[in-house]
């Protein structure tokens, strides 16, 4: 009989990863966006994962400003349609620190042309993730300090507490358009601070006494 699968191996499954765009306040502020009144939602394949130690991230073919996203991501346990946020925190299973790479060259173009951002944010490599971290290791999802240096230098750097819509809201959120599976990622938006790296970078980030991890920035796909 085949081995059950194992939810800290979520990213082995094939199920969906769904980003959060702009919901830390600071974050909008410095872009020049306007405080979103609903989550402003994409997908990203999971194609795109790259767990820790297997190699570089990468931006797409061409792209000349690659930016880093640190993210909180939820994982989610156990699945469903039109979740009520107060039984939302119920679907957590767990949580891993993420970068939601995009290339800003590419996105900067999509949003010119009022297309989908696909080649900006679905890269193989798009999406570093650290090891996997049990819903029991963060009593507060909402109080989580966060950051990311780029060789050493930090550029971004939050509590997640600057988040517009909090966890359970966004899975209450999503799932009154889309099933919630097991195995689920959920990208919960970046703070301020984003910014281009080159090949060779050395991209560190850690939610402090929860988890760290690094990666290497490589050459475009
Ligand atoms: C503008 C973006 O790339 C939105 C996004 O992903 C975010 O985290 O904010
Ligand atoms: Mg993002």
């Known amino acids: 009989m085949a081995a059950p699968l194992k939810l800290s191996r979520f990213y082995e499954w094939g199920r969906k990863i769904v980003g959060v765009g ?12 306007p ?6 939602l994409f997908l990203k394949p999971t194609t795109c994962y790259l767990p820790e130690g297997k190699g570089p991230t990468r931006g797409p073919p061409g792209c000349t400003e690659l930016h880093h996203e640190v993210e ?4 989610i346990s156990g699945g469903g349609r039109n979740i009520p946020e107060d039984r939302a925190m119920d679907h957590v299973g767990g949580y891993v620190l993420a970068l939601d790479m995009t290339a800003r060259d590419y996105q900067a173009i999509a949003k010119e042309k009022g297309i989908p951002w696909t080649w900006a944010k679905c890269f193989d490599t798009a999406c570093p993730i650290s ?3 049990p819903k029991e ?4 999802p909402q109080d989580l ?3 990311l240096k780029v060789n050493g230098e930090v550029r971004q750097k939050t509590n997640t507490d600057d988040m517009i819509f909090t966890v359970p809201y966004i899975i209450s959120y999503i799932s009154k358009m889309m099933t919630l599976e ?3 990622l959920i990208l919960t938006g970046t703070p301020m601070g984003v910014s281009g790296v080159q090949p060779n970078d050395e991209l560190e980030a850690e939610i402090e006494g929860v988890v760290a991890m690094k990666f290497t920035v490589g050459d475009t796909l």
């Open 22 to 33: 702009r919901n830390y306040r600071a974050h909008c502020a410095e872009l020049g966006n």
């Open 35 to 40: 405080v979103p009144k609903e989550p402003v």
């Open 72 to 75: 909180l991501g939820v994982v």
């Open 131 to 133: 090891e996997f971290v």
């Open 137 to 140: 290791k963060v009593s507060d």
């Open 145 to 147: 300090n966060m950051w």
């Open 182 to 184: 097991r195995g689920d």
